[in-house]
Each structure stands twice: as C-alpha cells, then as structure tokens.
C-alpha cells in the first residue's frame, strides 16, 4: 500500500507563476488536509475536505486554492506564486470515523520561489 | 485563536530519559497528539490523548491534563535513532493546531 504519495517532490518556481501540487491517498480515508512548514513556525494548515466534494479554509488560506472531485486527490493550487510561499508542503488524510483519528502525512514537496 | 507552546531544542544522553513539555490554549479540544518528524521527512504519528492521564506505548508514554492545558511526551532509554523533532498537536474538531516542533539531540 501506497498510503499518500506528493508530487513533485520539489520544485524551482518563479515568482508570478501558477503551480499545482498533487496529492493521492490510497487508504479511503475521507478526510484530507494541506499543510506548509516552516522552519520555527510548525506546521500550518491551508485548507482541508472533510468529504469529496467539501472543502474549507484553514489557518493560511489566503494565494492558494483546493478541490476534491473524489476521494483519493486533493490538489493544492497556486495561482500566481509569490516568494513567501516558498515552504516545505505537507498533504495529509484521516479516517474520520476511526476511533483515534490520526493524520497520515506525504512525504512533502519542497518548493521555491524566486 | 490557537496558542501551543514547547521548547524549541532538547539534548540528552543515549539510554538516559527526555521529557517534552507542551501547554496549549486553543478555542476547541478533542484530543492531543504528538507526531515524531526526522529530518527531511514526514511526520508520524506518536501517541493520543483525549482523556487525563497517562499513555503508555513502549519506550513512549503521554500525559495529558485537560483542566491545566498541558501535556509532555516522555522519551525512556533514548537511542541515537529518536534524535528528530516531536511535535505538540491539538485536535479540534478534526482540524489540527501544530506547535514549532521540539528538537531533540541524543549524544552518546
């Protein structure tokens, strides 16, 4: 099993540029999340889908965007990236149902913007 | 808003125990976790506490105290592979509030 796989892994952006960082999970989970991570802030939720078809903003919404046409793909936009986004990005997923609720990570894509 | 606090480095030596401290005030709580992230990697997932008390997982154990907003994550026998960061969490409805991570050092 997979589990969630990111795509790239990294990447070299320039400024005013749209990019789209994907995010796949294998494990049904219903609920999947957007993180970025920076060095003495932790991590930061972006936006999040409790469900297909749903998504919400988090704690640091504001030049990126997010769909959830089904259960295994949540892609993070960005529309025209700017160089504060430049972060180590962090997809994640739970089972919301479960009895502990824990968060799968990705492996992250680190991305620069210059 | 959400405020979850822990120190920023920790050093102890290989066999020896760290204890992590994390106090939060946030405006909703299910539950606490503590994820381990090495370096370069993903976050994994450590422990949870929804009630008071103490969770025992091996060398790994977590306290929780609801009415005082604290936790700490406690490291036993340390070994030279649980040098990375561990982090706070705070569960609220499903969302969770990070802290900036605790990074522990284990010496030989």
């Known amino acids: 099993t997979a589990g969630i796989t990111q795509a790239p892994t990294s990447q070299i952006l320039a400024a005013g540029r749209s990019m789209t960082l994907r995010c796949t999970q294998d494990?049904?989970?219903?609920?999947m999340y957007w993180y970025r991570q920076d060095l003495g802030l932790g991590l930061r939720l972006i936006h999040y889908?409790?469900?297909?078809?749903?998504?919400g903003k988090g704690e640091v919404p504001d030049g990126y965007s997010v769909s959830r046409a089904n259960t295994d793909d949540f892609p993070l936009t960005l529309a025209s990236a700017v160089p504060s986004q430049t972060s180590v990005y962090f997809c994640?997923?739970?089972?919301?149902?479960?009895?502990?609720?824990?968060?799968?990570f990705g492996p992250g894509t680190r991305l620069t913007v210059l | 808003g959400q405020n979850i606090d822990q120190p920023t480095e920790m050093t102890a030596t290989e066999g020896a125990i760290v204890q992590i401290n994390c106090t939060y005030q946030?405006?909703?709580?299910?539950?606490l976790f503590w994820y381990q992230q090495h370096a370069g990697e993903a976050p994994t997932f450590l422990s949870y506490?929804?009630?008071?008390g103490l969770e025992e997982k091996g060398r790994f154990s977590s306290f929780l105290s609801r009415s005082k907003g604290y936790s700490y994550l406690l490291l036993k026998e340390l070994q030279m592979k649980d040098s990375a960061s561990y982090l706070c969490a705070v569960n609220n409805d499903y969302k969770l509030s990070f802290g900036a991570g605790t990074t522990v050092t284990v010496r030989a």
């Open positions: 946030t405006s909703g709580f299910n539950g």
């Open positions: 494990m049904r989970h219903n609920a």
């Open positions: 994640a997923s739970s089972d919301s149902g479960g009895s502990i609720n824990e968060q799968f």
């Open positions: 889908s409790n469900t297909a078809g749903t998504t």
């Open positions: 506490n929804v009630l008071d």
